[in-house]
């Protein structure tokens, strides 16, 4: 990750020319310390459009942890109407490439939504014109930005249109899979997205898993349990990288602290991230990070235990149906596996959220920039539609690790 290192400056603050005839805010404010603005920001997520990955309970562990080892510089953007009433909040960080200044939202490819935190009315009060004021107005608010790129972005969140989202340039590579949960109904859910062919297949492999020994799905809550949790999501992920020769974006120390901060409760105020074990025997055989916002958990990242014997039974399958009857009992409404293209997803889910990829320039370099991100978008977009030039990619890539390996060791 390259970010812009910066020192925290104080709160700017912009009043909009406009905001007494046709926009609906009238000041934008920046501030680069996320607990100064901690009330207003839990305020607003108890009644706006919230992704899980911009609640607050995410974002401030992902900063205080991955973003402080990275000298990440945040900004967080403030939109308040006439009477001082707060209508969005957009976390950001501004990175720097090659001379170009950008922002972006706060997660990176950890978070698999990216999205601003919007009163509804607010949000569905704004066309395409109004979103790019916005964005322009931010812009001058933080100073010396090139351009903004937002990627994976869903185009709508209960039912209302994303503002940014107006602006997009494309579709992102990959959309987001879901699942609408009949609250109380897991088997009737499962009946209704699964074929009879899939369901019929589950029951073999739970049958086959089942002849190993006795298992449970366990919800880490202590410490030691939040530990014991961690030690095996990072054990399997590690193996299962090394296994594909692609680098482990779990492998630094900073991700630890991000999940083991996100997953404790604070003050009583119940942990945005969750993480599960299915144990067998136990020990663990497979692990689920998910982030969870009112009445949506969002999968973050799954894994399992290779070397272990049930592997061929597809214990992370296993786990996640039953996950899936855990939330229908909860209460839970949607189920989403996040952004990305697998098997196991299509089976189970039986919707998408679409996504969509915004690049606004502010200056010359930044339209240069941005036509260059665009442009590596939409091919990425293109290899992941085409069978024939995803196992191409695949394979140049993989010519090029074994290259680099062979480079380091000569």
Same mark, same amino acid.
């Given at each position: *990750?390259?970010?812009?290192?910066?020192?925290?400056?104080?709160?700017?603050?912009?009043?909009?020319?406009?905001?007494?005839?046709?926009?609906?805010?009238?000041?934008?404010?920046?501030?680069?310390? $996320?607990?100064?603005?901690?009330?207003?920001?839990?305020?607003?997520?108890?009644?706006?459009?919230?992704?899980?990955?911009?609640?607050?309970?995410?974002?401030?562990?992902?900063?205080?942890?991955?973003?402080?080892?990275?000298?990440?510089?945040?900004?967080?953007?403030?939109?308040?109407?006439?009477?001082?009433?707060?209508?969005?909040?957009?976390?950001?960080?501004?990175?720097?490439?090659?001379?170009?200044?950008?922002?972006?939202?706060?997660?990176?490819?950890?978070?698999?939504?990216?999205?601003?935190?919007?009163?509804?009315?607010?949000?569905?009060?704004?066309?395409?014109?109004?979103?790019?004021?916005?964005?322009?107005?931010?812009?001058?608010?933080?100073?010396?930005?090139?351009?903004?790129?937002?990627?994976?972005?869903?185009? *709508?969140?209960?039912?209302?249109?994303?503002?940014?989202?107006?602006?997009?340039?494309?579709?992102?590579?990959?959309?987001?899979?879901?699942?609408?949960?009949?609250?109380?109904?897991?088997?009737?859910?499962?009946?209704?997205?699964?074929?009879?062919?899939?369901?019929?297949?589950?029951?073999?492999?739970?049958?086959?898993?089942?002849?190993?020994?006795?298992?449970?799905?366990?919800?880490?809550?202590?410490?030691?349990?939040?530990?014991?949790?961690?030690?095996?999501?990072?054990?399997?992920?590690?193996?299962?990288?090394?296994?594909?020769?692609?680098?482990?974006?779990?492998?630094?120390?900073?991700?630890?602290?991000?999940?083991?901060?996100?997953?404790?409760?604070?003050?009583?105020?119940?942990?945005?991230?969750?993480?599960?074990?299915?144990?067998?025997?136990?020990? /663990?055989?497979?692990?689920?990070?998910?982030?969870?916002?009112?009445?949506?958990?969002?999968? *973050?990242?799954?894994?399992?235990?290779?070397?272990?014997?049930?592997?061929?039974?597809?214990?992370?399958?296993?786990?996640?149906?039953?996950?899936?009857?855990?939330?229908?009992?909860?209460?839970?409404?949607?189920?989403?596996?996040?952004?990305?293209?697998?098997?196991?997803?299509?089976?189970?889910?039986?919707?998408?959220?679409?996504?969509?990829?915004?690049?606004?320039?502010?200056?010359?370099?930044? /339209?240069?920039?941005?036509?260059?991100?665009?442009?590596?978008?939409?091919?990425?977009?293109? $290899?992941?539609?085409?069978?024939?030039?995803?196992?191409?990619?695949?394979?140049?890539?993989?010519?090029?690790?074994?290259?680099?390996?062979?480079?380091?060791?000569?």
């Amino acid at each position: *990750m390259s970010a812009l290192a910066e020192h925290p400056s104080a709160p700017s603050r912009t009043e909009s020319r406009s905001a007494g005839t046709t926009l609906p805010w009238r000041a934008i404010t920046v501030v680069s310390d $996320i607990a100064a603005i901690e009330a207003d920001w839990r305020a607003l997520e108890e009644r706006a459009l919230v992704t899980p990955y911009q609640a607050y309970g995410w974002v401030r562990p992902f900063v205080e942890t991955v973003g402080a080892a990275h000298g990440m510089a945040f900004r967080y953007v403030t939109l308040r109407d006439a009477g001082n009433g707060l209508l969005a909040i957009l976390p950001l960080v501004v990175t720097r490439r090659n001379c170009i200044r950008f922002a972006e939202f706060i997660g990176g490819k950890h978070a698999n939504y990216h999205m601003g935190i919007y009163r509804p009315e607010f949000a569905a009060a704004l066309d395409a014109g109004s979103a790019r004021t916005m964005l322009v107005d931010i812009g001058k608010a933080i100073g010396g930005l090139d351009a903004f790129v937002f990627v994976n972005q869903p185009t *709508m969140w209960q039912g209302v249109p994303n503002p940014t989202a107006l602006l997009a340039a494309g579709p992102s590579p990959s959309g987001a899979y879901k699942l609408a949960l009949i609250p109380g109904d897991a088997e009737g859910t499962l009946r209704r997205s699964m074929s009879s062919h899939a369901q019929k297949k589950l029951k073999n492999k739970r049958n086959r898993f089942g002849s190993y020994g006795p298992s449970e799905l366990i919800k880490a809550r202590s410490p030691a349990e939040i530990s014991r949790v961690i030690d095996a999501f990072l054990e399997q992920k590690s193996e299962r990288f090394k296994a594909m020769g692609v680098p482990d974006p779990f492998a630094e120390p900073a991700m630890r602290g991000f999940l083991e901060q996100a997953a404790r409760p604070v003050a009583e105020r119940a942990p945005t991230l969750e993480l599960y074990t299915l144990d067998l025997n136990g020990r /663990s055989v497979a692990t689920y990070v998910g982030a969870v916002q009112g009445g949506r958990f969002s999968g *973050m990242a799954t894994s399992f235990d290779m070397a272990s014997e049930t592997a061929k039974s597809s214990p992370g399958e296993i786990l996640l149906v039953e996950l899936i009857r855990l939330k229908c009992r909860d209460g839970i409404d949607v189920f989403d596996l996040g952004v990305g293209e697998a098997r196991y997803k299509t089976t189970i889910c039986d919707d998408r959220d679409e996504l969509v990829d915004t690049f606004l320039p502010l200056t010359l370099k930044g /339209s240069a920039f941005s036509a260059f991100a665009q442009a590596k978008r939409a091919g990425k977009r293109w $290899i992941k539609a085409s069978p024939v030039a995803l196992k191409l990619a695949h394979r140049v890539s993989g010519w090029m690790k074994r290259g680099a390996v062979r480079g380091a060791d000569e």
